[in-house]
């Protein structure tokens, strides 16, 4: 029997395709001049395995324009190995090894919730503004509402608002909560959509922070 976890397990893959359509969805839109991913560069902290990454490399962009970062080193050896061209990182998010105005795009998918220190989280945002290009976008998905586990906490549009200033946030709530998501995957995996549409039943949140196409003033004096 599949993990709680695991993506063999309906519910979960029922919540990871929304997040992939809402994401897919949102390039579409954010540049709609494209008819590629040809030369769409792509960075991710916290990228576990290196997932939203390959998924980049399958809808078209070339795996040497993919970057990622994550503290977990067995997690980025499993990158490496399953996709060696694409660029990983060891350490930290909050000193990022890439140079600055890189990428079109820079994600952080349940990152933020698990980063206790505020001054790391800012220092986080702060490199992921630093590596997007002018006019470019930061993509974080996170928890919204308490969980029972102690280790993480929800992250509000007020803290994104200030760790990315002068960056503007928006936000849109998604992902029908994890313990109906599993029941129903089990069961009534149809009933998925329909649920999903309902504010309250949503936990999580897609913030989007556009980054100004204005260079951002220096802060090193």
Known sequence: MAS??????MGNLLMVQERERWLSRFVARQWPERDSLDGFAVFEAGCSTGYNLRLFVQWGGRPEDMAGQDLDPDLTAYCVAHA??????TGSADAIPEPDERFDLALAFTLFSSVPDDEVAAGI???LMRITKPGGAIVVYD???K???????????A???????????????ITLAPPIARRIGRW???AYGPLARVPFLRTHAMHVIRRPALPLARTDG
Do not use: D, K
């Open 159 to 173: 803290e994104l608002a200030r760790w990315f200033a002068p960056g503007r946030v928006t936000t849109e709530t």
């Open 84 to 89: 060696p061209e694409i660029r990983v990182h």
């Open 147 to 157: 969980s029972g586990n102690a280790a993480v906490h929800p992250i509000q549009r």
């Open 143 to 145: 928890m919204r509402r």
């Open 188 to 190: 009534l995996p149809w």
């Open 4 to 9: 709680r976890h695991s993506i063999l397990h």
């Open 125 to 127: 945002a702060r490199e």
